[in-house]
């Protein structure tokens, strides 16, 4: 059943902030068409890794990442690879929803603009109702694509920005806490979601819910004080963790 | 597991289904030691008692059910709290069912003091249902300790209660065969003596839900089947 190759492989990877040594030495292999959760307290370094993995650190001035990440076997720390082609292979959703000031339709159709992903209007046009559908917010907003983005409610914009993220046909897509800010009814809808894109690609998702954890991934990695304590099945995790330090935390206790 | 929860009231919750095994396991062996007194002694009075007794296991086995329910629907437990909610359900169903035998031994109990005694089957018959007894206390400490090696033991101490059983299969099988006036009386004591290795069968399933609980893995090896009788001709 094991995939020939994973979709990313990340090997030794350190990250630094200045003199913070953030990640130690984490190497982990993402599978493809999974949903991989990152689990572990504040400050474990989760979110950190996430980002390594789309180049987001890049942007932080003091972080310096090492080691070797690997998407379908190419490095993409590779001096050639354009981080901005990158991130439309590999998608990102935040914790807080974060729509551009503009319509909801110029939200989608922003990332294809960019990329050159549409020869013509009607196509522009297709490409972002079929991402407002696959985002499962096309019902509810198909008439008022005009309207503004940021005036939708919470879970609604969450969704846009799904929607927003995969309409450049991504393969990996990472979630950092993408429904810490939504209700249950719209967090459900997003889990949903999350279950649906992963025909499609591969999702990572960063989590303080171990619930959430629990009901949406396939496979769930702990981390704690930068080191990737435990990677396994997510049944396994949640039954029968190998490490003591994995049990503490999934089950509530001070560790 | 010795850590504490962050929220106490998970610790209190998970304390007191284990408390309630413990009481239902204190009053479990209570109704073997008495309902093999009754036997023995031919006590009338004691073995009513016993059969009196078993409500309130019962109910125990109700409020555990009850409690266990609540705390998987408010906690949400996970690896060893899953484990330990989940055999507290098998554990208590398991006590139930040795309740249930004891309290069949005390009313056939009330039969046999109606006829003439069976020579020899009495004391065999307090063996058996001692070592299930003991067995049964082991069983409990190696869980409530969390002791996996303890509980190996009283799995492999189930040989010897077979052995007992089919023992006292023979013998009586040569009573019955010697005067078939006791034919009646031998029937209830062998319903009896396969009652108390049936308890035994759920001893060891306890002890099975005890290295579950620490290991999170069911004991792999084929546990010794000793009962022959089933091919006994």
Redesign the interface.
């Known amino acids: 059943m094991k995939p020939s190759q994973p979709k990313i492989a990340a090997k030794n990877v350190q990250v630094f902030y200045g003199d913070t040594h953030a990640i130690k030495d984490v190497s982990v292999e993402i599978e493809d068409k999974t949903v991989t959760a990152f689990i572990g307290p504040s400050g474990c370094g989760k979110s950190t890794f996430l980002r390594c993995l789309n180049r987001m650190n890049d942007t932080i001035e003091s972080c310096r990442v090492e080691g070797d990440i690997r998407l379908d076997g190419g490095d993409i720390y590779d001096k050639r690879v354009d981080p901005v082609q990158l991130r439309a292979k590999v998608g990102m959703v935040f914790q807080k929803p974060n729509p551009f000031p503009k319509s909801i339709y110029d939200n989608v159709a922003y990332g294809p603009r960019i990329h050159g992903l549409a020869k013509s209007k009607a196509e522009l046009d297709e490409i972002v109702e079929k991402s407002l559908r696959r985002g499962a917010i096309w019902n509810e907003v198909k008439d008022r694509l005009d309207a503004p983005g940021t005036g939708l409610s919470g879970g609604q914009q969450q969704r846009l920005c799904i929607a927003r993220a995969i309409a450049t046909q991504p393969e990996v897509l990472l979630m950092d806490e993408p429904c810490s800010a939504l209700d249950p009814i719209a967090t459900a809808q997003v889990e949903e979601l999350i279950d649906e894109l992963r025909e499609r690609f591969s999702v990572i998702i960063v989590t303080h819910s171990?619930?959430q954890a629990?009901r949406v991934s396939q496979k769930t990695a702990f981390f704690h004080l930068g080191n990737l304590v435990e990677y396994g099945e997510t049944g396994q995790i949640?039954?029968?963790?190998t490490d003591p330090r994995?049990?503490?935390y999934?089950?509530?206790?001070?560790? | 597991m010795s850590e504490q929860h962050i929220i106490s009231a998970f610790d209190r919750d998970l304390e007191e289904i284990q408390a309630h095994i413990m009481s239902m396991g204190g009053l479990v062996e209570d109704a073997i030691r008495n309902a093999a007194k009754s036997l023995e002694t031919r006590d009338e009075e004691l073995a009513q008692q016993v059969r009196k007794s078993d409500k309130a296991i019962d109910e125990l086995e109700d409020l555990i059910n009850e409690e266990t329910a609540r705390l998987i629907a408010l906690r949400a437990p996970t690896a060893s709290d899953l484990r330990l909610v989940l055999s507290v359900l098998k554990v208590s169903g398991n006590l139930e069912r040795i309740g249930d035998y004891a309290k069949n031994i005390a009313k056939r109990t009330t039969v046999l003091v109606e006829t003439a005694e069976v020579s020899g089957s009495a004391v065999a018959l307090r063996r058996m249902a001692r070592e299930v007894r003991s067995m049964l206390h082991d069983a409990l400490d190696a869980y409530i300790q969390r002791d996996a090696a303890k509980a190996e033991e009283v799995i492999e101490r189930d040989e010897e209660v077979d052995q007992m059983y089919n023992g006292l299969f023979r013998e009586l099988l040569t009573h019955m065969a010697e005067d078939p006036r006791s034919i009646s009386a031998c029937m209830h004591l062998h319903f009896i003596a396969k009652n108390i290795e049936r308890m035994g069968d759920h001893v060891t399933a306890v002890a099975e839900q005890a290295i579950y609980l620490v290991t999170g893995q069911r004991p792999t090896e084929a546990r010794p089947k000793a009962d022959k009788t089933s091919q006994t001709i």
């Open positions: 171990m619930q629990a949640f039954t029968n963790p994995t049990e503490s999934i089950t509530g206790r001070i560790g």
